[in-house]
């Protein structure tokens, strides 16, 4: 067994019967294109990659409609999108380390393909299918929520950068729940900024009424804003537009009004 990929599967929670399979779906067209020709040729990732997409299509769905139930079509929708989004798997991949297991051409290797978000993502759908075709639906449903659905969603340090969460864009999201609940149109406050000038965290409120208002950290006010739409988003969700929200003790006193713009 390689050892390479039986760190592979410790890291996904899979253990290959076949690892025939698992070879596969980590076989990139540029090494099997180099093999044609040779003594064993070698068959790459694109079909399993074509099975993942559907694959994972099916099993995000099945666990949005099972978590959110009261979500309507176009909720489902958007979040769905970005879940199977090339950004958000590309995290994913990331995360697993999937590029340093692939198998790839020299031509690939040499223009540094195992950085590469197409080959990584499609690595990703290829390995999910793996999952399906060894071990079943229940094998490939646990990889899903545990690695994709449930991924966390952190500050990506080494970059600089704040990697918003996937699931959506938490402030549109919030602003159409609202109006569709006949609740006040969010307002957005920016409560404190603390920290030197070239790197600040700002402390964002947002509010819709007396009963539904929260808010959140960031290292921008936009992510700020985000996160604070998302917490109010999710109770306002739990709580299926009836009576006083969930985790009212979240909720927290009005800061003076300065609100932010879109975004």
Not at 70 to 75: D, I, L
Not at 140 to 158: K, M, S, T, Y
Not at 161 to 182: C, G, H, V, Y
């Amino acid at each position: 067994m390689h050892p390479e990929r039986t760190i592979l599967e410790e890291r996904i929670g899979h253990r290959f019967s076949s690892q025939e399979l698992l070879r596969r779906a980590l076989t990139h067209s540029s090494l099997a294109n180099e093999s044609r020709g040779g003594p064993v040729p070698l068959c790459d990732n694109e079909q399993l990659e074509f099975l993942g997409d559907s694959v994972l299509g099916f099993l995000i769905a099945e666990a949005l409609v099972r978590r959110l139930p009261e979500a309507h079509e176009g909720e489902l929708s958007r979040q769905k999108a970005h879940l199977v989004s090339a950004a958000h798997l590309h995290g994913v991949a990331r995360r697993l380390d999937l590029g340093s297991h692939l198998a790839l051409g020299r031509s690939e290797e040499m223009s540094g393909g195992r950085a590469k978000k197409t080959l990584l993502v499609d690595g990703l759908e290829a390995l999910i299918a793996a999952i399906f075709l060894d071990g079943g639906l229940e094998a490939a449903r646990a990889f899903v929520c545990g690695q994709v659905l449930d991924a966390p969603f952190a500050a990506d340090e080494e970059a600089g950068t704040d990697i918003q969460p996937a699931i959506t864009n938490f402030k549109s999201a919030l602003q159409e729940l609202a109006q569709s609940r006949k609740l006040p149109q969010p307002r957005y406050t920016i409560v404190r900024e603390r920290g030197p000038e070239h790197s600040k965290t700002f402390t964002v409120e947002v509010r819709l009424s007396k009963e539904w208002m929260g808010q959140a950290e960031g290292r921008t006010k936009k992510v700020a804003a985000q996160r604070a739409a998302r917490g109010v988003y999710e109770r306002l969700l739990r709580d299926n537009g009836e009576g006083s929200p969930e985790g009212s003790e979240e909720c927290l006193p009005a800061a003076e009004p300065d609100p932010l713009g879109a975004g």
